[in-house]
C-alpha cells in the first residue's frame, strides 16, 4: 500500500490473474468495443508474462473494487501503461490518477527511466489523462508503430535521464 494514495482507497497489487482484476479488464475491453464499434483484438494484448505489476483500486469503507492498471516491460529501461481503467460510476473521483500514479511509482521503484502508453483516437478522455499526468505524445512505437488511430506518448520518470523523443519531433498534427 503506498502512503500517499487518498484516504478512500486502498491499492493492491494482485497477479493478472486475479479475478477481480480480469473483470475490470473485462469491462474495460467492452467500453471499448462499444467506443469502437467492433471486437478487434489489440496488436498486441498484455499477458501475465509480460505484466510485471498489476493494481487493482478499491473503495476503502466498501472495499468495492473501482479501476485497475498495469505495467507492461517494454525493455530494461521502459515500461508501458496497461489496461488503466476505472468503473464509470467512479470517474473523476481520482481513481485513474491515483493508479498511475501508483505504477510510476512502482516502475520508477524497479528501475525504469521511462513509461510509455497508448491511446486510440476513439478515447480523447485517455488523452487528456495522459497529457495532464505529464506525458507527451511521441511516435507511435511497437505493435501500435502503423496504427493510424494510435496516439502514444512518454514520461521520463528517471533522474537524469532524457526525453525518449524530443517533442519537436512528436506528431502534434494527429491530436485533434
Excluded at 473503495?59 to 521502459?78: A, F, V
Excluded at 460510476?89 to 497508448?118: D, Q
Aim: charged content about 20%; overall charge neutral.
Amino acid at each position: 500500500m503506498l502512503a500517499d494514495q487518498p484516504p478512500h482507497l486502498t491499492i493492491r497489487e494482485v497477479p493478472w490473474s486475479n479475478p477481480v482484476g480480469a473483470d475490470l479488464r473485462a469491462a474495460q475491453q467492452a467500453e471499448l468495443n462499444s467506443r469502437w464499434g467492433t471486437s478487434a483484438p489489440e496488436p498486441a494484448p498484455p499477458t501475465a508474462e509480460d505484466v510485471a505489476v498489476f493494481l487493482v483500486a478499491y473503495e476503502k469503507s466498501s472495499g468495492q473494487p473501482l479501476g485497475c492498471g498495469g505495467l507492461r516491460r517494454l525493455d530494461d529501461s521502459t515500461a508501458e501503461i496497461k489496461r488503466i481503467y476505472v468503473l464509470p460510476y467512479a470517474r473523476g473521483s481520482g481513481v485513474a490518477t491515483a493508479v498511475l500514479t501508483a505504477l510510476e511509482y512502482r516502475a520508477r521503484a524497479a528501475g525504469y527511466a521511462v513509461i510509455a502508453a497508448e491511446s486510440g483516437s476513439a478515447q480523447p478522455d485517455g488523452q487528456r489523462f495522459y497529457r495532464h499526468g505529464g506525458y507527451t505524445v511521441v511516435p507511435n512505437f511497437g505493435p501500435y508503430a502503423e496504427v493510424a488511430d494510435s496516439v502514444c506518448f512518454a514520461k521520463t520518470i528517471g533522474p537524469g535521464v532524457q526525453p525518449p523523443i524530443p517533442p519537436a519531433a512528436a506528431p502534434w498534427g494527429r491530436l485533434g
